[in-house]
């Protein structure tokens, strides 16, 4: 490929709603370009990146026996309203009527419809197990779109389904899509952690994230250094305390605090640890008849050490929370506490409320907590003594840095990532909703056993972006960069030398089967390099007159801090056993 027949177009400054540092890049790089808030057209150069993703994510899905399809981007939403999702999944999914005032969705994933592929095609346990996949675009309808393609409304993604005649055969199959993550994820050439995951709305059991490791990722990957477990901040367990509860050593007493409504304040002005601090969040559950209308609610008060965090999955896997909770409103809570919140807590509330201590919270003596009276909060806090034992004792915190590791083989470190796949073991949640038999080998109809195996095809380039780059610009591994290997050759147009030895080299490549570009656009040294630089471009040949008269070319790796001297009659060579493609 040539320069000149190739489109380029990258900017000095990046747009001014451009937040992280990929969307900067690729924006700056000429690889996106903004239609619409969260939609974006793929550029030329933004497009190689992505079917490089494509081809790699398509030879291991075939390589691990999936087939591919395509299913539609308009779903009709009769198959929604089968599994409930059509209402519940909220604003996120769009929805559209056609001229005859029939209701349709715009894909975000496609459960239902390869759910009812199976149970039309997959008559049989003999043709089980089956997995469907497809490489297509998405949509969901974000409220906030940020981030470039980190967090876009419409997205490309690649999205597999297994079906299986039971739970074993359910499970082989996600193993081996699981395997096959990691040959894909190994083979982009990044850095990535596949943790332990919540299935959240999607629904299932099994579940693992693969989290491509940067300081900028909004998730928090928690993993222990000196073992294998890994899983993302909503799974990872907060182990019981060692050792039982201490018994009283304080009196209960009332003390002052005024203006001091947060846990942190408080340990400040009685000068003690935030840990013998305890926080209190209210909750609500609402009772609904067959009219939808609220006819009992119930409140629930958690407690938490102060310098811990609720950890809202675990919370809503609660016996009397997993149908669906609410933060309680600020009338309901004077009614039960006789206080606003910043001064709540379990003592002498006015009407009950079911109290759920954290594990760490229920070995606590002598804690502190809000007097439920403005400007005041109890100190020397004991179960049994000054309340009854709570409730329900439970796992309800995020984990933090140190905490002992839930496989007991050290503590636990916490670092960020960015979501770019994810592999759920479903069961029959899709199958038994939309009525997907199969006929079993003793005659009967069985549910089929699902997995889902997601992985987000344009948002993986801007993940790599953020854990690859510098203040120049991209730095691409070899295996998804847009170019493998850029000629930069000085005065091309005013040299016949220059010339003829850049074409050869690049055809030599071309023929060797090197995705190579040729620079012949006849640009400055300075503006050509810091246009590949931006691009991120890994390998990058310079040849000048001057060095060619000794036989020389200039080698320079994108993350190199200065160029190599190296024989011309020897650069195919070098580049063959550097490129890792």
Same mark, same amino acid.
């Given at each position: 490929?040539?320069?000149?027949?190739?489109?380029?177009?990258?900017?000095?400054?990046?747009?001014?709603?451009?937040?992280?540092?990929?969307?900067?890049?690729?924006?700056?790089?000429?690889?996106?370009?903004?239609?619409?808030?969260?939609?974006?057209?793929?550029?030329?150069?933004?497009?190689?990146?992505?079917?490089?993703?494509?081809?790699?994510?398509?030879?291991?899905?075939?390589?691990?026996?999936?087939?591919?399809?395509?299913?539609?981007?308009?779903?009709?939403?009769?198959?929604?309203?089968?599994?409930?999702?059509?209402?519940?999944?909220?604003?996120?999914?769009?929805?559209?009527?056609?001229?005859?005032?029939?209701?349709?969705?715009?894909?975000?994933?496609?459960?239902?419809?390869?759910?009812?592929?199976?149970?039309?095609?997959?008559?049989?346990?003999?043709?089980?197990?089956?997995?469907?996949?497809?490489?297509?675009?998405?949509?969901?309808?974000?409220?906030?779109?940020?981030?470039?393609?980190?967090?876009?409304?419409?997205?490309?993604?690649?999205?597999?389904?297994?079906?299986?005649?039971?739970?074993?055969?359910?499970?082989?199959?996600?193993?081996?899509?699981?395997?096959?993550?990691?040959?894909?994820?190994?083979?982009?050439?990044?850095?990535?952690?596949?943790?332990?995951?919540?299935?959240?709305?999607?629904?299932?059991?099994?579940?693992?994230?693969?989290?491509?490791?940067?300081?900028?990722?909004?998730?928090?990957?928690?993993?222990?250094?000196?073992?294998?477990?890994?899983?993302?901040?909503?799974?990872?367990?907060?182990?019981?305390?060692?050792?039982?509860?201490?018994?009283?050593?304080?009196?209960?007493?009332?003390?002052?605090?005024?203006?001091?409504?947060?846990?942190?304040?408080?340990?400040?002005?009685?000068?003690?640890?935030?840990?013998?601090?305890?926080?209190?969040?209210?909750?609500?559950?609402?009772?609904?008849?067959?009219?939808?209308?609220?006819?009992?609610?119930?409140?629930?008060?958690?407690?938490?050490?102060?310098?811990?965090?609720?950890?809202?999955?675990?919370?809503?896997?609660?016996?009397?929370?997993?149908?669906?909770?609410?933060?309680?409103?600020?009338?309901?809570?004077?009614?039960?506490?006789?206080?606003?919140?910043?001064?709540?807590?379990?003592?002498?509330?006015?009407?009950?409320?079911?109290?759920?201590?954290?594990?760490?919270?229920?070995?606590?003596?002598?804690?502190?907590?809000?007097?439920?009276?403005?400007?005041?909060?109890?100190?020397?806090?004991?179960?049994?003594?000054?309340?009854?034992?709570?409730?329900?004792?439970?796992?309800?915190?995020?984990?933090?840095?140190?905490?002992?590791?839930?496989?007991?083989?050290? #503590?636990?470190?916490? /670092? &960020? %990532?960015?979501?770019? @796949?994810? !592999?759920? +073991?479903?069961?029959?949640?899709? $199958?038994? =909703?939309?009525?997907?038999?199969?006929?079993?080998?003793?005659?009967?109809?069985?549910?089929?056993?699902?997995?889902?195996?997601?992985?987000?095809?344009?948002?993986?380039?801007?993940?790599?972006?953020?854990?690859?780059?510098?203040?120049?610009?991209?730095?691409?591994?070899?295996?998804?960069?847009?170019?493998?290997?850029?000629?930069?050759?000085?005065?091309?147009?005013?040299?016949?030398?220059?010339?003829?030895?850049?074409?050869?080299?690049?055809?030599?490549?071309?023929?060797?089967?090197?995705?190579?570009?040729?620079?012949?656009?006849?640009?400055?040294?300075?503006?050509?390099?810091?246009?590949?630089?931006?691009?991120?471009?890994?390998?990058? #040949?310079?040849?000048? /007159? &001057? %060095?060619?008269?000794? @036989?020389? !070319?200039? +080698?320079?790796?994108?993350?190199? $801090?200065? =160029?190599?001297?190296?024989?011309?009659?020897?650069?195919?060579?070098?580049?063959?056993?550097?490129?890792?493609?």
């Amino acid at each position: 490929m040539k320069a000149s027949q190739f489109h380029i177009s990258t900017l000095k400054e990046a747009p001014a709603d451009a937040e992280v540092v990929s969307h900067r890049l690729m924006v700056r790089a000429g690889m996106i370009k903004k239609l619409s808030a969260g939609i974006y057209t793929y550029m030329p150069l933004g497009l190689r990146v992505i079917q490089k993703v494509e081809r790699i994510v398509r030879e291991e899905m075939n390589r691990a026996g999936a087939i591919e399809l395509t299913m539609p981007i308009v779903q009709p939403a009769e198959l929604w309203e089968e599994t409930g999702r059509f209402a519940k999944m909220g604003p996120e999914l769009l929805r559209i009527k056609d001229r005859h005032e029939r209701d349709f969705v715009i894909q975000p994933t496609s459960e239902e419809v390869v759910t009812d592929i199976a149970r039309q095609e997959l008559r049989s346990y003999k043709q089980l197990p089956k997995n469907f996949y497809q490489i297509q675009t998405k949509f969901r309808d974000e409220r906030r779109p940020r981030f470039g393609l980190m967090r876009g409304r419409e997205f490309i993604m690649k999205d597999a389904y297994s079906f299986d005649r039971d739970a074993e055969g359910a499970q082989r199959s996600y193993q081996i899509m699981a395997q096959a993550y990691r040959r894909i994820f190994d083979r982009f050439g990044l850095r990535y952690r596949a943790v332990a995951a919540d299935s959240g709305a999607i629904g299932g059991d099994l579940s693992e994230e693969f989290q491509v490791i940067a300081a900028t990722g909004e998730d928090a990957i928690v993993y222990c250094p000196t073992s294998e477990y890994a899983a993302n901040i909503e799974k990872a367990e907060a182990l019981p305390p060692q050792g039982s509860r201490p018994a009283p050593s304080e009196p209960l007493t009332k003390t002052p605090t005024p203006g001091r409504s947060t846990c942190a304040q408080v340990a400040e002005l009685l000068g003690v640890p935030l840990q013998r601090t305890v926080k209190s969040i209210v909750l609500a559950t609402d009772e609904i008849n067959e009219r939808d209308e609220i006819v009992a609610t119930r409140i629930w008060l958690l407690l938490l050490r102060g310098d811990h965090d609720m950890n809202e999955v675990k919370v809503g896997k609660l016996p009397g929370l997993s149908l669906g909770w609410r933060f309680a409103t600020e009338a309901e809570i004077v009614e039960h506490f006789g206080c606003r919140p910043g001064y709540l807590g379990p003592v002498g509330t006015r009407r009950p409320v079911t109290v759920v201590a954290d594990r760490e919270v229920a070995v606590m003596a002598d804690w502190i907590c809000g007097a439920n009276e403005v400007d005041h909060h109890l100190t020397g806090v004991n179960w049994g003594r000054d309340l009854p034992e709570p409730d329900l004792v439970a796992d309800i915190r995020n984990v933090v840095a140190g905490d002992p590791s839930p496989d007991g083989k050290g #503590v636990l470190a916490i /670092e &960020r %990532g960015i979501e770019v @796949g994810h !592999v759920f +073991y479903l069961g029959t949640k899709y $199958s038994r =909703a939309m009525n997907a038999t199969f006929l079993d080998e003793d005659g009967k109809p069985k549910p089929f056993e699902m997995g889902c195996y997601g992985i987000g095809i344009t948002r993986l380039p801007a993940a790599a972006i953020e854990q690859n780059h510098d203040e120049r610009g991209i730095i691409w591994p070899d295996a998804i960069a847009p170019f493998t290997v850029v000629i930069c050759p000085i005065g091309m147009d005013r040299s016949a030398t220059v010339r003829e030895a850049a074409e050869r080299l690049h055809d030599e490549l071309v023929a060797q089967g090197v995705d190579v570009i040729l620079d012949d656009r006849g640009e400055r040294p300075g503006v050509m390099f810091a246009d590949w630089e931006l691009i991120g471009v890994p390998h990058r #040949v310079t040849l000048g /007159e &001057r %060095g060619l008269k000794d @036989g020389m !070319v200039e +080698y320079q790796h994108r993350r190199d $801090s200065a =160029a190599t001297p190296v024989p011309l009659a020897q650069i195919v060579e070098w580049l063959r056993e550097r490129i890792t493609v």
